[in-house]
């Protein structure tokens, strides 16, 4: 027996000190379970509470109290008929000024549907930017053609945020192309439609 203990010594070295180990904490807690925490009801308060709560429970709102009349000390004594007064003539307002007249352009004549040319097929001008100049009365690859240095310098603040497009697209030669029907030429400069 005394082979097998020298033998295995480190083993029972371990389990003798878990052992220890686990004696101190058993005894050192004593069996004792941790201090509970008192849960408070409102019940558990008391009568005096719940006869505080009731009572501002029955009250009435501040919006009640605000609307009620104020108490009077005075006896009521009937109040007299109020005398009708005739009411003050009124003079009438002045006519408000006519609103003066900006110089603006002219607006655009309507262009019907079947007049308007698909301005989408010059190269740098999509939808939104269609959208926009038939707002400002421009349907057609001609209107386009016909821009002289002022009028692109007109219009183009009025693009917003694609100002600057139609010169560096160069609308202008590519609507005159297209306004005259040379395809070859457009499709030789600016490409495939």
Do not use: H
């Amino acid at each position: 027996m005394m082979q097998m203990i020298e033998a295995n010594w480190p083993l029972l070295a371990g389990v003798l000190a878990l052992a220890v180990v686990l004696a101190f904490f058993l005894l050192r807690s004593g069996g004792k379970k941790p201090p509970q925490r008192e849960i408070r009801d409102v019940l558990s308060e008391g009568a005096a509470p719940a006869q505080r709560n009731n009572a501002l429970i029955a009250a009435p709102s501040a919006a009640t109290v605000a609307t009620m009349p104020p108490p009077s000390l005075a006896p009521e004594v009937p109040v007299a008929e109020p005398i009708p007064v005739a009411p003050a003539p009124v003079e009438p307002a002045p006519a408000p000024a006519a609103p003066v007249a900006a110089a603006a352009e002219p607006a655009p004549a309507p262009v019907a549907p079947e007049e308007a040319d698909d301005l989408t097929r010059i190269k740098g001008l999509g939808p939104k930017l269609k959208t926009l100049l038939a707002g400002l009365g421009i349907t057609r690859f001609a209107q386009i053609a016909a821009w002289t240095e002022a009028d692109l310098a007109a219009i183009d603040p009025k693009l917003g945020a694609f100002a600057g497009r139609p010169a560096r697209d160069n609308w202008i030669e590519q609507a005159r192309l297209l306004s005259s029907g040379d395809t070859g030429a457009y499709e030789d400069k600016f490409g495939k439609l």
